[in-house]
T-cell receptor, first 113, second 109 residues
């Protein structure tokens, strides 16, 4: 079974702090994605990566950056957290030969005070 | 822009009934669709997918129907159980995956 793990289930940070959200997948998937999920807005794509050291902006990249130094790990960085970044963050990965079936991690509930 | 949306934000059914969750999409070039289930406190889980060259695909207790003429797809769950209670998302590829906002299915005993 594909396993996608995220470093924290719950996180509380203060405005202005730098926040790192880590995602690791164990199935050698090329593609990895970061979404945020908010009530009434569904899943919105922040950034994605098709290979190591490659990144592409999604629909809402402002205020975020990412890092993909190793194939299995995709990090989401909030350079200076703000209260409007309070959300559920979901990481997903896919294998290029498997269509677009995305395997999701359990999510990180981030609260910015 | 392109969109994928569900018709109803909530659906309540009795245990044992069949459930139908509907979804519409705007991109006629979408060639691949997925249904996900998200239980409380968990990430979305893949349920079933369908390619645009198909009208119907069946899984275990679930069936996805695709009507390209009206750009509509549905997820049918047979003999709905309390464990089916969750939020259900459809997603379409066009070219990146676009997710609908979700329908919350509540199953009462």
């Amino acid at each position: 079974d594909v396993k996608v793990t995220q470093s924290s289930r719950y996180l509380v940070k203060r405005t202005g702090e730098k926040v790192f959200l880590e995602c690791v997948q164990d199935m050698d998937h090329e593609n990895m994605f970061w979404y945020r999920q908010d009530p009434g807005l569904g899943l919105r794509l922040i950034y994605f990566s098709y290979d190591v050291k490659m990144k592409e902006k999604g629909d809402i990249p402002e205020g975020y950056s990412v890092s993909r130094e190793k194939k299995e790990r995709f990090s989401l960085i909030l350079e200076s957290a703000s209260t409007n970044q309070t959300s559920m963050y979901l990481c997903a990965s896919t294998y290029s030969g498997d269509g677009d079936t995305q395997y999701f991690g359990p999510g990180t509930r981030l609260t910015v005070l | 822009g392109e969109s994928v949306g569900l018709h109803l934000p909530t659906l309540s059914v009795q245990e044992g009934d069949n459930s139908i969750i509907n979804c519409a999409y705007s991109n006629s070039a979408s060639d691949y669709f997925i249904w996900y289930k998200q239980e409380s406190g968990k990430g979305p889980q893949f349920i079933i997918d369908i390619r645009s060259n198909m009208d119907k695909r069946q899984g275990q207790r679930v069936t996805v129907l695709l009507n390209k003429t009206v750009k509509h797809l549905s997820l049918q769950i047979a003999a709905t159980q309390p464990g089916d209670s969750a939020v259900y998302f459809c997603a379409g590829r066009g070219p990146a995956l676009i997710f609908g906002k979700g329908t919350t299915l509540s199953v009462s005993s």
